[in-house]
């Protein structure tokens, strides 16, 4: 049982790093496959036409990598990061 409430932090922080990753493991394979499943179509019907499924390869895939950069490289806000918003929005007033 956590019974620090620095511990239950550490806890909920990863657990919730633990779901965005699974739910960026399930976007990625969905990607995959639908996008496949894409190419696959434009190979049957029109193999030597242009290639259109670039236009959802390429538009999709940037939101696969903004969802990637969130799960793995966006840095978590500090305790200084919210004293510095805390300040900024104490001089607006």
């Keep these: 049982m956590v019974t620090d409430t620095r511990d239950q932090a550490a806890r909920d922080r990863a657990v919730t790093q ?3 990753r699974r739910d960026f493991y399930g976007h990625l394979l ?3 496959l639908v996008n496949t499943f894409l ?3 434009w190979a049957v019907v029109d193999a030597h036409g ?3 499924p670039v236009f ?3 538009g999709w895939g940037i939101g696969v990598v903004m969802n990637a950069w969130d799960v793995y490289w966006r840095p978590p806000i500090t305790e200084d990061d919210v004293q510095r918003e805390i300040e900024r929005e104490d001089k607006q007033v």
């Design 18 to 20: 633990l779901k965005k």
């Design 30 to 32: 969905v990607y995959v």
């Design 39 to 41: 190419v696959v179509i």
């Design 50 to 52: 242009f290639f259109w």
């Design 56 to 58: 959802p390869i390429v």
